[in-house]
Structure formats: C-alpha cells, structure tokens
C-alpha cells in the first residue's frame, strides 16, 4: 500500500510536517508521501473537491482551515466535537473522518517526559489560553483523570467556554494579570497561545514572578525552540517541557489513524530540536 498523505492549510510552505511524516514513514518501513495542498481562502471549496478526486489516505489541517474543514466531512470523533477543531482527516473507505491529535499530542509528549507526573492526579494545572489548542490540551487532560485545572485568558468569556468541556473539573479562571499571584499553587503552567512566537520573541503571555522549582513550565510555541517564557522558567530553576514534543507526538497520533501502525518519535526528537535551532 502507498501512503499517500499531506497537509492543507495557507501559509504551509515553512511546515515542519513533511519531514516529520516521511521520517515516521521510514522508520515503519513503509511507502508514502506527504505534500502540502495550499489553498487559498478563495478556492478552498473548489481545491477541496480536487483534493477529494486524488484519493490521499489521509491529511493534517492547520491553519487558517481547522474549523472550516467541518462543513466538507463526514464524521467527526469525540475530542474534535468537542474542540470544535480538526488537525487530521482520515479517509475511511471514501469517507472523511476528522479528529484533532493536539490534546493526545500534548498528553503524550507530558507523560513520556515526566511520567511521575502522572502519579499524582490531584496535580494542580493552569493552562495559559483558551483556543482550539487548549481545548483539547483541557480535555486530554480531564480524560487523562486529572482533577484541579485552572485557565488564565485575557477574556474571560472564552476560559468559561473551556471549562464548559469536563464539569467535574475542578476550574478556577483568572485574569492574566489576577493569576501571577497564585503561580506558586501550580505543579504545571501549560503555556497554549501564539504569544511568543517568531518574530515577537521576546513576548510572555503572563509573568512568571514566583513559582516553585519543582513546577513544570510548559510551552506549545516551539518556534523559537525555547522561548522566552521558558527561559524565564530556566532561570527560576523550573523543569521545562518543549513545544516541539507535542508537535512530534500528536504527528505520532495522526500517523497511527493513517497507518494503524504505532511509530516511536524519540530517535527525531534531538534532531527536530536542531532544525529548529538552525543547526
Ligand atoms: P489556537 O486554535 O491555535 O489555540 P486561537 O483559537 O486563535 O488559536 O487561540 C488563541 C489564544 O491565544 C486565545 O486564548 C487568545 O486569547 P483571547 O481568547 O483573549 O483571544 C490568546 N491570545 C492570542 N494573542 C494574544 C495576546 N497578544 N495576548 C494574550 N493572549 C493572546
């Protein structure tokens, strides 16, 4: 069989996930390829239905099409109703399946990396954000057993939403401003927005003024490979969790609702790190 994969969204042209995929593809031994289908926001529908004839076995969505992708498929699973979002489709026997692999991705990248976290359910989390990414990092999270998640966002209004996700989640919302008060509460600070991000680098979306050595700082911006609010968590002697393990791990998940084979993505991880130093 030839996998025949690729990714639609617009910008693409700088994506991370051609090498990611054709790298699982060898490492299980199988033929593919993945290319990416850039689509202008006035041709989507036209360039989907093309997209439709050439039969791919499957393909990731990012943006600016995650939510517009819905209307064209035909089934959704659980986590993407819920995110309202998809990252992956699947092509089931002619028919289009959408998921979304963030949350998975996160869970797994947090559990491989420090699994004793996941000893103790009744850790105290803040996720920072309250989009698609951390809809699904919430409920990967609540689906996951863990029991006290708060959500810090600059409008309130769209951390409800979040917390409307899991009702037996302990949630507290606050402010970003209100939540640097509490940081030392927290076991782990999962960082979801795109402040941070190339070129604003030097941008933090809360100010980490005191939080304990043993939290876990944790960022999904993995362009620059460490940013600043990571370099802020460093230097108060914080254990670090690097965006790109969710980028490699919910790749991981996608790859295995393609292939239906499970793929390790540890041997890629020192050399995504590299690409993304520029080395
Ligand atoms: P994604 O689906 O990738 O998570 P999104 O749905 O656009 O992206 O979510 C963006 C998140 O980043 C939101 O939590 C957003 O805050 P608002 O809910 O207030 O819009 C947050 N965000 C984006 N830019 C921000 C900024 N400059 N400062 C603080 N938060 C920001």
Request: proline share 3%; aromatic share 12%.
């Amino acid at each position: 069989m030839f996998y025949k994969l690729g990714l639609i969204g617009y910008p693409i042209e700088h994506s991370l996930s051609p090498w990611i995929h054709m790298k699982l593809l060898e490492e299980t031994n199988l033929t593919g390829s993945y290319m990416l289908y850039e689509f202008p926001s006035d041709s989507f529908q036209n360039r989907l239905e093309s997209l439709k004839m050439e039969n791919l076995v499957g393909f990731n969505v990012t943006v600016p099409y995650k939510q517009k992708i819905i209307h064209y498929l035909d089934s959704l699973d659980e986590t993407a109703k819920l995110v309202g979002a998809v990252n992956t489709v699947y092509n089931k026997n002619g028919s289009w399946v959408g998921y979304n692999t963030d949350g998975i991705g996160y869970t797994r990248a947090l559990y491989n990396t420090y699994p004793n976290f996941y000893k103790n359910k009744e850790n105290r989390i803040l996720i920072i954000g309250a989009g698609g990414a951390a809809r699904g990092i919430f409920f990967a999270l609540a689906q996951a057993g863990f029991k006290n998640i708060d959500i810090t966002n600059r409008t309130l209004s769209h951390a409800e939403n979040v917390a409307k996700i899991s009702a037996d989640i302990n949630t507290n919302l606050y402010s970003l401003k209100d939540v640097t008060k509490y940081l030392a509460h927290y076991d782990l600070i999962i960082q979801t927005t795109s402040v941070g991000m190339k070129p604003n680098v030097i941008e933090t979306a809360i100010s980490l003024d005191d939080i304990r050595p043993s939290t876990i700082v944790s960022d999904i911006v993995y362009q620059p490979y460490t940013t600043q609010l990571l370099h802020d968590a460093q230097n108060m002697g914080a254990q670090l969790l690097h965006g790109h393990l969710m980028l490699l791990y919910q790749a991981q998940y996608a790859f295995e609702i393609w292939t239906k084979q499970s793929v390790s993505v540890e041997k890629l991880m020192e050399q995504l790190k590299q690409k993304l130093e520029g080395r």
